[in-house]
């Protein structure tokens, strides 16, 4: 499955930690796949030419189909002047057109970075201005939101943005539609010199400023990602995915998700809606075998069940991951669902664990699994760096063949993620087991955890404080049985204001919509943490503990 290739590093993506030169070589030792994305495709278009690969709703495509459509658009975007190493703003609903453009880029290699139908003005102009975005790939209409109106604000700020793709109407930019019809004579299989070591896509990380964080996800490395997470599933001709959650999602999909299917030659469900009202009729029709939820879909859909809605007979795989899973839901999935549960803890930069299909009951309910590769490094530090046994809980760091050695030109964040001897420190706190499971405990950074969405608390507070009735405002974490975390603002104001005001604020300001407090606090003045001047960090660690114990529990979530 995998050959020894030697794969230089990008000009472009030189951040790697000091003395990286001491990681080990996971090019030479052969992890890494000698194959690109587009040529995955190719390979299962060859293998099932006349299977199902994607459906959509009433829509359906073979593998062949697929394979050939990717590349009359590919052929398109080449027309327009797009080209290896360009960047890309794509933002696209789950859809077969999300896939197409996914591979048609891949296959040209045009850099997508993967946006999430959630972000808005904010998240967007950050990622122009990080990465000189050339295109910008959306809708025309979604969730409220005019995205047309959006691209126009993008491409004022923005001169490098020349083109915007919008997939359904429009009478302002070019249409996604029109890229599959060049003439004949303009139309011709695009083939490239695209190779495993390019850069295929950027994934998001959230940060703890609001500045954006890319992961450079290469062809090689993110194929043996997929791969992994397929054999480990046993993936195989037979298995029908439901895409629920967000497809530009790490998780959706290349854990395995949808890619690994597609590399499988199963067929991939598209959801346009994650919930059991949408899905289970989607799982019934189409006898889906496997689909991944983050815990609070996980339990809506146990909570359809309880009132009376027929569980989804057809799904044997049932995979939870993006947040931790607590006990009590973890062992309510089999008898409710039907299904059988895989725990999966990972991370868009890199590391992926996973519970075995063989593994016993206790060890699914307990622990988040194990991680996919024998070359995985996990080591559990104290606050001083120092390794702890197992069985204690620690800050995680790890190093492996598939995660990165370093964020896209943010030479300040990876100056603080990665060790000197090439180890990512993601901020989470795990204990390992003697057996080399992970059990998640919570997170060290200043990021707030809301159903697997990552919201960064001074991102959302300098917002808060461009209103002018907002003095001061601290961003915290309120623990939620549903959710993991819920977010709570804790506003210092210096004239009566509404906590809908101020919500009205931030969406006028563009900040997505997951990002808003669920709760605002009004306080009379910050208790003081008896330092003296500290950190903001330590201020909001300082609220944490000594505002969330005092609240009163019949304050109702603002609206």
Same mark, same amino acid.
């Given at each position: 499955m995998h050959s020894r290739i030697d794969l230089p590093i990008d000009s472009s993506l030189r951040q790697s930690p000091p003395n990286a030169a001491r990681r080990p070589d996971y090019q030479h030792d052969g992890y890494w796949c000698d194959q690109t994305f587009g040529a995955m495709l190719r390979q299962s278009a060859s293998c099932f030419p006349q299977a199902c690969a994607l459906v959509d709703g009433e829509r359906q495509l073979t593998y062949q189909q697929l394979d050939q459509r990717v590349d009359r658009l590919a052929s398109g975007l080449a027309h327009l002047g797009l080209s290896a190493g360009d960047k890309v703003l794509l933002q696209l609903p789950n859809s077969i057109e999300f896939v197409e453009m996914c591979f048609a880029l891949y296959r040209l290699g045009v850099q997508p970075i993967l946006a999430l139908p959630a972000h808005r003005d904010v998240e967007l102009a950050s990622f122009c201005a990080f990465a000189d975005v050339s295109a910008y790939i959306s809708v025309d209409q979604s969730e409220g939101c005019d995205f047309e109106a959006l691209a126009l604000r993008l491409q004022q700020r923005f001169p490098s943005l020349e083109h915007v793709i919008i997939s359904g109407e429009s009478t302002v930019f070019r249409t996604l539609q029109s890229l599959y019809l060049l003439p004949d004579e303009k139309h011709s299989v695009v083939e490239t010199s695209v190779t %495993?070591? =390019?850069?295929?896509? *950027?994934? +998001? $990380?959230?940060?703890?400023?609001?500045? %954006?964080?890319? @992961? %450079?996800?290469r062809h090689g490395e993110y194929l043996y990602?997929?791969?992994?997470? #397929?054999? @480990?599933c046993r993936f195989s001709s037979e298995t029908v995915y439901l895409a629920a959650l967000p497809m530009a999602h790490n998780f959706t999909m290349c854990c395995p998700g949808f =890619?690994?299917? +597609?590399? #499988?030659g199963g067929c991939v469900v598209i959801a346009r809606q994650p919930t059991a009202e949408h899905c289970f009729p989607l799982i019934e029709r189409y006898q889906v075998t496997h689909t991944a939820l983050v815990p609070p879909l996980a339990l809506l859909w146990m909570e359809a069940v309880a009132l009376g809605r027929n569980p989804p007979h057809a799904l044997q795989w049932l995979q939870v991951g993006g947040a931790r899973l607590s006990y009590e839901a973890a062992r309510r999935v089999m008898p409710v669902l039907g299904c059988r549960l895989q725990q999966v803890f990972g991370m868009a930069e890199g590391l992926i664990c996973m519970t075995r299909p063989d593994d016993d009951l206790s060890r699914v309910l307990h622990t988040q699994g194990r991680p996919i590769s024998a070359a995985d490094e996990i080591r559990v530090v104290d606050e001083k760096g120092q390794c702890l046994p197992p069985g204690q809980v620690g800050q995680i760091q790890t190093r492996g063949p598939y995660t990165i050695q370093g964020y896209y030109r943010n030479p300040e964040a990876n100056a603080s993620a990665f060790t000197d001897d090439g180890f990512y420190c993601s901020g989470d706190r795990i204990e390992l087991t003697p057996d080399g499971d992970v059990i998640v405990e919570g997170r060290d950074k200043d990021l707030i955890n809301r159903g697997g969405e990552k919201i960064a608390a001074e991102e959302v507070e300098n917002l808060l404080l461009s209103h002018p009735a907002v003095v001061d405002v601290a961003l915290v974490a309120m623990p939620d049985d549903f959710l993991g975390e819920r977010a709570c603002a804790f506003v210092l104001a210096r004239e009566a204001v509404s906590a809908a005001a101020l919500k009205r604020h931030l969406s006028q300001q563009g900040l997505a919509a997951f990002k808003l407090p669920d709760r605002f606090q *009004? @306080?009379?003045? *910050?208790? $003081?943490?008896?330092?003296g001047k500290v950190s903001r960090q330590h201020l909001r660690a300082a609220l944490q503990q000594q505002l969330l114990s005092s609240l009163e529990p019949d304050i109702p979530v603002s609206s």
């Open positions: %495993p070591h =390019m850069v295929a896509c *950027f994934q +998001l $990380s959230g940060g703890t400023t609001g500045v %954006p964080k890319l @992961i %450079p996800r990602n997929l791969k992994r997470c #397929a054999d @480990i =890619m690994g299917t +597609l590399y #499988a *009004f @306080i009379d003045e *910050f208790p $003081s943490t008896g330092v």
